[in-house]
């Protein structure tokens, strides 16, 4: 059996769907007659949830339930065509699977993750996925983390987890697993590099480190 465990953030650590995520956001704004959100503004943002970062960007929270229900509804009829696998994600996920169990942890709702991965081919190397809709607390809280350990039956201390952001870090450190950050994402760079001893350009450059460290 395998003992060494790896949890994967999906956006900006395998996949990038940042036109999908800023063209649902327009919509779903537009829908209401909310102020347009700066494109940037969106991308900082990227990694909370849905609910959070629309009350982030303006919207009355009397009124977030219904965005999140029109950004989830667009997000859904474009997110295969506008979603793309990151350099090297794919090589990332099979190399990982060799000598490690492999799962995902994700803010994504996690229907939607799942038909993106299989769309991808890759849904069938993950044994878990943990998404929004799976937990009461997201990440930076370690509740996700925790769900995905439970569900696999994994050891904490044998455990790494591959993400972007600030939160992925906070939600792996929180839940006593080795976080490992990476800089094709979303968050930056210098703060990355403050917060986490591991840091790499890539995903598969982060799972071929965690092979050397671990075997």
């Known amino acids: 059996m395998r003992k060494v465990t790896i949890l994967f953030d999906l956006d900006g650590t395998l996949i990038d769907s940042t036109e999908a995520i800023l063209e649902s956001f327009s919509v779903a704004l537009g829908c209401f007659g909310s102020a347009m959100a700066e494109e940037d503004a969106v991308k900082m943002l990227i990694g ?10 303006g919207v009355e929270p009397g009124l977030v339930e219904e965005h999140v229900g029109a950004y989830k509804e667009h997000y859904r009829k474009i997110s295969r065509e506008k979603t793309v696998l990151l350099p090297g994600a794919a090589e990332a996920v099979e190399r990982a699977c ?5 799962g995902v942890v994700t803010t994504k709702t996690g229907r939607y993750s799942k038909e993106l991965l299989e769309h991808f081919g890759l849904m069938h190397r993950f044994e878990v996925l943990i998404g929004r809709e799976d937990v009461v607390n997201p990440k930076p809280h370690p509740e996700p983390v925790y769900r995905a350990l439970e569900a696999l039956g994994a050891d904490a201390e044998k455990t790494w987890m591959i993400g972007d952001t600030l939160l992925d870090i906070a939600s792996a450190e ?5 976080p490992f950050a990476l800089t094709c994402g979303y968050g930056s760079e210098k703060e990355l590099a403050a917060a986490c001893r591991y840091l790499a350009p890539d995903a598969l450059s982060a799972v071929s480190r965690i092979r050397t460290e671990t075997l």
């Open 174 to 178: 929180a839940a006593g697993v080795t």
């Open 98 to 102: 060799e000598f490690a169990r492999a």
């Open 48 to 57: 909370h949830p849905l609910d959070v970062m629309f009350q982030r960007l």
